[in-house]
């Protein structure tokens, strides 16, 4: 079954006139019949042009935190827009939001706005080149830190074969049009593993500038870090003299009011921020220690972007917050987001399938393998996907959307309700039964698989 009904697929046959594959992202394209289209959302429900509502759990990949169309937040963008958008100047709201994240993130002592994760990144590792005289960077494996070239390596996409073996990890270029010689400016690293990271540091002693990684996985079925490995990875920026960065384009504001750095006690030098800061608007952020964001300046590390601090988006961004300090959006969050939780592991259980769990009720996964996988490595070599992806697709044509790549997590809004997980878990219920005794079967979405 299509998941395009008669006028998503008219309007997707317009699209393909005029967009590549129909999309403005390579990851929003599964197929010419399945590729989502959606005429409006409202609260925890997206709409299509046909009229079909479903329960949003992908909710635009983690920036929908209070609900679609909020109306605190919206009425707050409506009353800025009409004093003007860009003033190329600062502006009272800029001020607000910074203030907001500083006493919303410990540690945090500066910021520098910005409009998309991709340009926090960008930006933060020119400022920790620029700052220690440095220019390599190391990440992790199966994390995904934007789609500039210098990070576009060995993400959760990566053929696991041509990733080298754990001990030598060997980059994957993760798209054409990447030059080859960025390979020699980017180290890679297993996740959760001390013994290759503190071998990478020991050979590029003095080389490399920063760390950047995920807290989590938040594209990596939302794996955790191992007990102490977050301090033992601060350890030893501290030791070489590196610029830890987290990547919390997906993770800050959402697993805790202050992120990453309030829920595991880990202060990284910088920390990217993005997606649930603004409800969906498009903003971004670099925040961190004074010592290294007064580089950005005349004369010293270049930032800037026409519509950094754009009035729409810092209304926006001022509001979400706003709400956050109230405490109200994560204790929401956080029951129905372990009520679904709880309830996926109880029906796993009930039929007898080996599971484990993976993150925080406001982003969360399943894997299913007989020993819980530590890293993206153990991720795609143990675990079973086929299963969990037809599931998947019996809840989208039943109104229950998440994303079709068992690797992307669940995400919840304080907009969801107990309504929504009971319908959800009863669905899930029906769809897994349907799998396993052979009456429901599907030919699942996955990403295009393109060889690089």
Request: contains cysteine; hydrophobic residues 40%; negative net charge.
């Amino acid at each position: 079954m299509a998941l395009q009904g008669r006028k998503s697929r008219e309007l997707f046959q317009r699209a393909l006139k005029v967009m590549p594959y129909g999309v403005n992202s390579n990851y929003r394209y599964f197929s010419d019949e399945d590729t989502l289209v959606f005429s409006h959302a409202e609260g925890p429900y997206v709409i299509d042009p046909d009229g079909n509502r479903f329960i949003d759990y992908r909710l635009g990949w983690g920036p929908v935190i209070l609900g679609h169309g909020d109306s605190f937040v919206n009425s707050r963008v409506k009353e800025a827009i009409d004093h003007g958008q860009v003033f190329a100047a600062t502006h009272a709201c800029e001020i607000s939001v910074a203030e907001r994240i500083i006493d919303l993130c410990p540690g945090v002592e500066m910021v520098r706005l910005t409009n998309t994760g991709s340009e926090a990144t960008m930006h933060s590792l020119r400022l920790a080149r620029g700052y220690t005289g440095r220019d390599l960077i190391l990440k992790f494996e199966g994390c995904y830190h934007g789609a500039h070239d210098h990070v576009l390596w060995s993400t959760a996409n990566a053929k696991i074969d041509e990733v080298g073996s754990l001990n030598q990890p060997r980059a994957y270029k993760g798209s054409i049009g990447i030059p080859e010689s960025l390979r020699e400016l980017i180290v890679t690293c297993p996740w959760n593993n001390r013994e290759v990271l503190a071998d990478q540091l020991k050979q590029y002693e003095g080389k490399i500038a920063a760390i950047i990684m995920e807290p989590m996985l938040g594209n990596g079925n939302a794996l955790m870090p191992d007990p102490g490995y977050l301090e033992y990875v601060r350890a030893l920026c501290d030791e070489y003299g590196i610029v830890l960065i987290f990547d919390e384009v997906k993770v800050g504001f959402r697993i805790a009011p202050g992120g990453a750095r309030e829920y595991f006690g880990v202060h990284p030098d910088i920390s990217c921020y993005a997606k649930a800061m603004a409800n969906g608007y498009p903003i971004a952020a670099i925040a961190g220690k004074k010592e290294l964001l007064m580089n950005f300046g005349p004369g010293k590390v270049f930032q800037g972007g026409t519509y950094s601090g754009n009035v729409l988006s810092t209304a926006a961004a001022d509001a979400t917050l706003e709400r956050m300090q109230s405490g109200e959006v994560h204790r929401q969050i956080n029951r129905v987001g372990t009520m679904l939780m709880e309830g996926l592991s109880e029906i796993f259980t009930r039929h007898s399938i080996v599971h484990h769990l993976h993150g925080t009720p406001a982003i969360f996964n399943i894997s299913f393998s007989q020993d819980p996988p530590k890293d993206w490595r153990q991720l795609l070599e143990n675990a079973n996907f086929e299963l969990y992806e037809s599931v998947i697709m019996y809840l989208a044509e039943n109104g229950v959307l998440r994303e079709p790549f068992a690797i992307e997590p669940f995400y919840l809004s304080a907009a969801h309700r107990d309504e929504h997980i009971h319908l959800t878990l009863e669905l899930f219920e029906r769809g897994l039964k349907k799998v396993l005794e052979g009456s429901y079967l599907t030919k699942g979405i996955l990403p295009v698989d393109v060889d690089f």
